[in-house]
Every structure is written in C-alpha cells, then in structure tokens.
C-alpha cells in the first residue's frame, strides 16, 4: 500500500513537471505591459508567427505594477518602452519574439512614413506560409511517444524491481521462520516456488496497471500528453512485457532469497540479479537518445533487459517487427530453461538453514 | 501401516540413514530414539517428503506415499516454524487449507484444537507474541488441523511443562487409540518414551540397532537381577551363592545378577539369615539403560 502510494507521488510529479514545462513542446509565456503601450499588442501577433512560442500580455495600470508581478512571478516578463525586465534571465524565445515586435514596430513607421497602402502591407507580411519537405520524415509526434515511454519504463523498471524483491524477501522469511518445513511437508519445493512468483506477479501486474491507468489519466488531464491511443497501446505493452520480464526474473529472486538466512544478508546476494537489472535500465535510457544504437538494439532482444529497452524501441517507431517477435520468443525460451535449474536450487538450498549456501551445494543437495 | 525400507542418504561424504527399515503399525505410537546426529530427522524428512531418499521405500498402507498421500500426513519439525506475524487462527485454517480442508471445516477444527491442546492464547493474537511453549501447541495443532491419517513428530515433547507433557501424551494417546492413527516421535527423554509407547526403534549413525515393543526388548536383554537392602549384613554376603555376582553397589544395599539358574527363593534365604531384609525386588533394565547397552555393543 505504501510503495503505491509512493509510487503516484513520483508519477504525479514527473507528469506535473511536464505539463508545466509546456506540455506538448510549447513555449507559453506571460507578458505585462502598461496600458496603452502599442509593442503589446503587437507581441501577440509576433508570438503567433513563430511556432512552438505563445505570448499572453497582461495589462498593468503603471510600471510598478508590472514589476511587481515580474518579481513576484505572474508573468515571465514586462515590457516597459524598450526595455524588457525579467527576474533572472530572459529565455531565449521570449526574447526573440520581443526583439521581432520591436522591428515589424519600427517596419510600421518606415511604412507609415512612404504612405504604402494597406494591401502592399499585407504582400509584404510575407505571404503564404512555408511548405515543408522532409526527405526522411519523422513522427510527429514522437515527442510525446517517448515521454509516455519513459515513464512507462521507469514505472516497469520500479515495479519488476520492487516485486523481484519481494518474492526474494517473501522465501527468505519462509526460510528463516523455518515454516517453509512444514510447508513442504504440504508441497513440493518447486510448486512452492511457482506459486510464490506467481502470487507476487498477479500483485505486481494489477499495481502496474493500476498505476499506469492513473498516469495516463493525470497526464491527459494536464495537458502533459494528448494522445490518449498511444498512451494506451504503450501501458498495453509495457504490461505484457512485464509479464515476460517478471516470469524471467523472479524464479533468481526466489533462487537468491533460499541462499540465505537473515535479511542483512539477503542485499549481497541480489547484487548480481540487480546489478543486470540497473544496466539494463540504463540502456534503456540510452535508447532513448538512440534507439537504433547496436547497444541498444542487443538490449532489446536479450531476456534480460528486453522489458525495458524494447517498448522504447517500439514506442519511437525504432524496432523492426523480427526484433520484436525475437524479444518475446527468447524472453519465454530464456523462463523456461531457467525455471527447472532456479527449481532445482531452491529446493536444495530452502531447509538448509545456517550460513550462505553456495549455488553449487544447492545444486547438488537437490540431486 | 507405514513402513520404511532400506531408506538411505548421503550428505557429500557423511552417510546420514544406512539401510534403515522399520515399521509403524495403526495404532501404535512408536517412539523413535538415538542421539544427536543419529538420522531422526533426516528419517522424519524423508517420511514426509521434504527430502528425497537416494535409496529406499516409504511404503503407506502398502504403496509407495506419493503427494497425495503425504497430504495426508500431519508432521511435526524439530525446527518449528510459523509465519511469527500471522495471527493465530488464520494460520491454522491456511495451514490446513494447503492440505485440502475447507475454510469452514478449518475453522470448527481450528477452534477445537485450541481448547483441546489448552493454548493460552486468543485466536488473533499474533504468533510472534505467545510464549514457547503456546507457540508449541500451535505448532502441534498445524500438525493435527486436517485430521492426518500418520503423526510424525520431531521431539513434539522438547520445550514443554510437565502440564503440556501430559496433555501432548494424552492428545497422541488418543489420536493412537481411538482413530488408529499409527504416531512416530522421536525424543530425547527416554524415560517418557517408556511411559508413553508401545514400540521403540533405536537408531544410531543412521542404522536401526533395534525395534520393537519395549516389552520384547526388555526380555530380549532381560538379564535377572535382584536388588537387595539389608540392615546388618555382612560385606559380600553373597559370596556363598552359586551362580551369583555383584552388578553393582548401592549405598544401602547391591544388586546382583543370577545366572546359571540360580533360584532367587535361595538368594533370600540367605539375605533373611544376614539381618532384616528391607527391599527385595527384581530390576527391570530401564529404557535408558538398554539404550546404553545397545549403543556401546
């Protein structure tokens, strides 16, 4: 309860972040002015022509209104004659877009002074807009895909960690509580086993789903997204690969959790199964910046980190339908050849209480 | 009827269980005996199946026990163990559920267990917050929820009052003689052992060296000895006797071990002759003092 709880704190905050960052890539800014000032206006319609920028002017009865909102952050910005006062620094948008009402300013009165007609004013606005043409065009809205994706897989990367985790701490106390005796007594080891993972797994996933709904709700609320269909088909995704990732994993968590006795031992044998678990997320980091990097592509494909780098991959338009169908094939190739040889050292390390117990004792007391 | 065939193990290099092969009628508590290390407990796993043998039968009720069987079983560990921050109750009824009682069923069992077995403890209560010796009767209760049809018991009497002593005898008494379940415990206090069982097995470094009702083995190994308290007598009185020596001294008395048919009527005659005789009676060797004998041969 508590780790959800956490868990839609960090998500509000990422989403929050975003949307108040601009959301969908837009600059939007406050301006103030004193009233009757005519740059003002004209900010607006400067604003309009440059893309990705957006200016909304406030109007102050006197010059010190207007610093007082600058200072006390209701605007970005106040423009007082030809002067632009700002907290700390001016952001470089902002001050294009004040610098180019200046010059269409200054334009008016050149063309105020030669008395140009109203229609040759308007062939000099510029005509019609540009058309552009890409020759490898991209997505666009790839921006916003890999935002979703990000948060996907640090949402995939918690929930496989925190849950591996469990199932490890979960056999650990059966051991060191030394129930899991009587337990077997009722059972065989590996069904044990198996219905620990499943158990956590079937919690894991409803928490991820759970969360992932509630992310996406909060992100189209805001304005951090407004792709709901990609936002939906990239949660799908990462679900299903959590589902390949955790069934990978978690018979070496149980494995890891039956080597040992107490808890304070419990950390130095999961740094091998954490550490492939961190790189693999920093992978997939990467994969973000490159998803077609041949790292990131490997990534991608091994058991190991596939949950992580390849929705990425997919979500940015950057894996190829084989690498896809290889993901999932070695993802479910890769669970069940390790699920007999985890089986087989559970069983044989679980009663054998006391010290660390070597993968290879356990292998071997299970013959 | 449970019976252990040729059951043998090793661990690497140390063979735990070599040959061993006894046999637990219904109705019977049989007491399992040895010292530390002797292989009870690697016998008891084995039986239940927490551990498989590298060679041997478990037989039940004349096939080898497989899972199905096994869920039948109520078992014991020396290691005890319970989830210490589940409640009582609750972990009864899921203990008993894995063996395929029903929920319903569980409860009923769950709350007459507790009365039976005298548990000072609400049924909520956590486990990690009752004392040993209730968390024993837990324990034993976990081992009784689904009505098994075999007891195995790993010192089930180690750690309690001579009051949980007497209500855990009489609990396996019962579950022995009213609805036949054939009950195996092994324990270290022979002297209860005796009290309690109709049949011992001796066990050590993993070898059976004796089974059987204790009765036989006492005849088995009777040896005829008198013991004998006189006031006044003189220093090796016996000595007169045919066929007849000191086992040992006592600070009022000896006792002493006939053979070759020597008649105890004769042996009495001659203590009366020596002053006043103030005990005569035969010794029966004690299961401690067989299991000495046995373990040093």
Request: with cysteine; glycine share 10%.
């Amino acid at each position: 309860m508590v780790s959800t709880l956490i868990n839609l704190v960090v998500i509000s905050v990422l989403i929050s972040i975003r949307a108040f960052s601009g959301g969908t890539g837009e600059a939007n800014f406050q301006v103030g002015t004193i009233a009757g000032e005519p740059a003002g206006d004209r900010i607006g319609t400067v604003a309009q022509a440059v893309p990705g920028v957006r200016a909304r002017i406030v109007s102050f009865p006197d010059e010190a209104a207007a610093r007082a909102a600058v200072a006390d952050g209701r605007v970005d910005g106040a423009l007082i004659g030809d002067r632009l006062i700002v907290r700390e620094v001016a952001p470089a948008s902002l001050r294009q877009i004040v610098q180019l009402s200046f010059a269409a300013e200054r334009q008016e009165e050149v063309l105020d002074r030669y008395g140009i007609t109203a229609g040759d004013r308007a062939q000099l606005g510029g005509g019609s807009p540009i058309v552009i043409e890409a020759l490898e065009p991209g997505d666009p809205n790839r921006d916003q895909n890999e935002a979703i994706a990000f948060v996907g897989m640090i949402l995939l990367y918690g929930q496989l960690f925190g849950y591996g985790v469990w199932v490890a701490s979960g056999v650990l106390e059966e051991k060191s509580s030394r129930v899991v005796e009587i337990l077997l007594a009722a059972m065989r080891a590996r069904q044990l086993m198996a219905g620990k993972i499943v158990g956590i797994g079937l919690l894991g996933l409803l928490q991820l789903a759970f969360l992932g709904g509630f992310a996406i709700a909060l992100a189209l609320a805001t304005g951090a997204i407004d792709l709901p269909g990609s936002a939906a088909s990239i949660a799908l995704l990462d679900i299903g690969y959590f589902v390949l990732a955790f069934a990978f994993y978690a018979s070496l968590f149980a494995v890891a959790g039956a080597l040992v006795s107490r808890m304070e031992e419990l950390q130095n044998v999961l740094v091998p199964v954490n550490l492939v678990i961190i790189v693999s997320f920093f992978i997939s980091i990467s994969a973000l910046a490159d998803p077609n990097s041949v790292l990131v592509r490997v990534a991608s494909i091994l058991p190991t980190s596939s949950a992580l780098a390849m929705p990425v991959r997919i979500a940015v338009g950057a894996a190829a339908w084989w690498e896809i169908a290889l993901s999932v094939v070695l993802s479910i190739a890769g669970t069940f050849a390790l699920i007999p040889i985890a089986g087989r050292a559970y069983a044989g390390a679980v009663l054998r209480i006391g010290g660390r117990v070597k993968l290879r004792e356990a292998w071997r007391a299970a013959a | 009827m449970l019976k252990l065939i040729g059951l043998t193990r090793r661990f690497g290099d140390v063979v735990a269980l070599d040959d061993v092969t006894f046999t637990v009628p219904e109705g019977e508590l049989v007491g399992f005996v040895g010292r530390n290390g002797s292989g009870k407990t690697t016998t008891m796993r084995i039986v239940v199946g927490v551990l498989e043998p590298d060679a041997g039968q478990v037989i039940w009720r004349g096939a080898p026990a497989d899972a199905v069987a096994r869920r039948r079983f109520g078992y014991m560990p020396e290691e005890r163990g319970l989830y210490p921050r589940m409640r009582v109750h609750e972990q009864l009824v899921y203990l008993a559920r894995l063996h395929g009682i029903d929920t319903t069923e569980a409860d009923r069992r769950a709350t007459e267990l507790f009365e039976t077995l005298q548990v000072e403890a609400k049924p909520s209560d956590r486990v990690e917050s009752l004392s040993l010796g209730n968390q024993q009767r837990v324990q034993l209760a976990a081992a009784l929820m689904h009505r098994p049809e075999l007891l195995v018991l790993d010192e089930p009497f180690s750690g309690l009052d001579p009051t949980g002593v007497d209500v855990l005898g009489a609990v396996l008494a019962r579950e022995a003689r009213e609805h036949g379940v054939p009950v195996v415990f092994s324990s270290h206090q022979l002297e209860l052992v005796e009290r309690v069982c109709d049949r011992v097995v001796l066990i050590e470094r993993g070898r059976v060296l004796a089974e059987g009702a204790i009765d036989e083995l006492r005849a088995a190994r009777m040896r005829n000895l008198l013991r004998i308290e006189i006031v006044g007598a003189q220093e090796r009185w016996f000595d007169v006797l045919p066929g007849v020596r000191l086992e040992r001294s006592l600070p009022d008395g000896v006792v002493l071990e006939l053979t070759d048919g020597a008649d105890p009527q004769r042996v009495l005659d001659v203590a009366r002759s020596q002053g006043e005789v103030r005990h005569f009676s035969r010794v029966q060797p004690t299961l401690s003092e067989l299991f000495r004998e046995v373990v040093q041969a």
